[in-house]
C-alpha cells in the first residue's frame, strides 16, 4: 500500500537521541523538551549538552520540562501549511513523562486540520529513536500511514532496552525510579541492569555484584539475542566513552549493525546521570517475528 495522495512527517521529541545528522538525513521533525534550573532553562540539545549538565550537578540537579501545547501546535500547522496530510508523532514513554497524552491532545484538537497519529514508544532514548528511524525509513520507501502504523506498533514489541547507571540517585531524584529497586542495593555495590516494563516503567531485569560485571552481562544479553538474528543495535553513555566503547569492540560482529554510538542527551543525562551506559536493539525480521498478528 502506497502514499500516493498523502504527504506524510515523522516527528518525535528530543529525547530520542537520534544524532543531528539522524534527523537532518531522515527528514525527522523534532519537538525540544527543556532542562530548568532555577533561575534559567535551555532548549536540550540546541543551547545545552549533555556535559554541562553534568559538569553542573555539584551546583544544582536541574529538573526537566515538556514542549508547551503551543509549540506542538504551531510544529502541526506549519506542517500542514506545507503540504503534510499525515504526522506520526513517536514519544517518550507516557510512563516516564506526559509528553505522549500532550501531543496526542494537540493532534485531537487540529484534526479538522492534519491527522495526527501520536505513539507511545513505550521506551526512552536511543530505544524510542530506533523506532523513529524505522518509521522514517518506511514513510520514505512510499509505504502508506495504515500499513507504517501496523510495522511500528510490531516493532514496539521488539525493541529492547538495557542499561545501567553508575547510581540511582538521579533516577530517584527524578521521580522516575519506577519498580526498580532502590539504596539498599547500592551499599551492597550491587549495579541493576534497569529495563523498560509493559507499561514503559522501568523495572530491574538483572541484578549484578559491581560495575564491571553489570555491563558484561549486558553485552552478553545483547549477544545471546543476537545469536540466531540480524541485529540493529545503539550505544549510549553518559560521560563514561572508554567503558562505552570497551563494550562497541565487543558487539562490533558481523550480525549486528551498529547504528549509533555516541553520549546521550541532556535531558536523559539529568534522570540517569554520569556514568550510565544502555543499549537498545531489534530484530532486522521483527516483521516476520509478528506475521500472525
Known amino acids: 500500500m502506497s502514499n500516493t495522495g498523502r504527504k506524510i512527517a515523522v516527528v518525535t521529541d528530543s529525547t530520542c537521541d537520534l544524532s543531528d545528522e539522524q534527523i537532518k538525513d531522515n527528514d525527522i521533525k523534532l519537538l525540544s523538551l527543556k532542562v530548568v534550573y532555577k533561575d534559567r532553562q535551555y532548549i536540550d540539545r540546541l543551547e545545552i549538552k549533555p556535559e554541562d549538565v553534568f559538569a553542573g550537578f555539584a551546583k544544582e540537579i536541574p529538573k526537566t520540562s515538556m514542549p508547551s501545547p503551543g509549540e506542538v501546535e504551531n510544529l502541526y500547522r506549519k506542517l500542514a501549511d506545507q503540504g503534510y496530510t499525515d504526522i506520526i508523532s513517536i514519544h517518550i514513554s507516557s510512563g516516564l513523562s506526559g509528553t505522549y497524552q500532550m501531543v496526542k491532545a494537540v493532534g485531537q484538537q487540529l484534526k479538522d486540520l492534519i491527522n495526527v497519529e501520536a505513539v507511545d514508544s513505550k521506551t526512552i532514548s536511543i530505544g524510542s529513536g530506533l523506532i523513529v528511524l524505522e518509521a522514517s525509513r518506511l514513510v520514505q520507501a512510499g509505504m502508506g500511514l495504515k500499513e507504517v502504523m501496523q510495522k511500528i506498533s510490531k516493532l514496539k514489541e521488539e525493541i529492547k532496552l538495557f542499561f545501567v547507571p553508575e547510581t540511582l540517585e538521579y533516577l530517584i ?9 532502590g539504596r539498599i542495593g547500592e551499599i551492597l555495590n550491587v549495579k ?10 522501568y523495572y530491574t531485569y538483572q541484578n549484578v555484584r559491581g560495575r564491571r560485571r553489570s555491563l558484561a552481562a549486558m553485552v552478553e544479553i545483547a549477544k545471546e539475542y543476537a545469536a540466531e538474528r540480524r541485529v540493529k543495535l545503539a550505544l549510549l553513555h553518559g560521560n563514561a566513552l572508554q567503558e562505552a566503547k570497551e563494550m562497541v569492540d565487543k558487539l562490533n560482529l558481523p550480525n549486528i549493525d551498529i547504528v549509533r554510538f555516541d553520549q546521550i542527551g541532556p535531558v536523559i543525562a539529568v534522570h540517569t546521570g554520569p556514568g550510565v551506559i544502555g543499549l537498545a536493539f531489534y530484530d532486522e525480521d521483527y516483521d516476520k517475528n509478528h506475521a500472525n498478528s
Open 192 to 201: 541493576p541492569i534497569v529495563s523498560v516494563n509493559d507499561e514503559g516503567k
Open 173 to 181: 531524584k527524578g521521580g522516575r525510579i519506577g519498580y526498580v529497586k
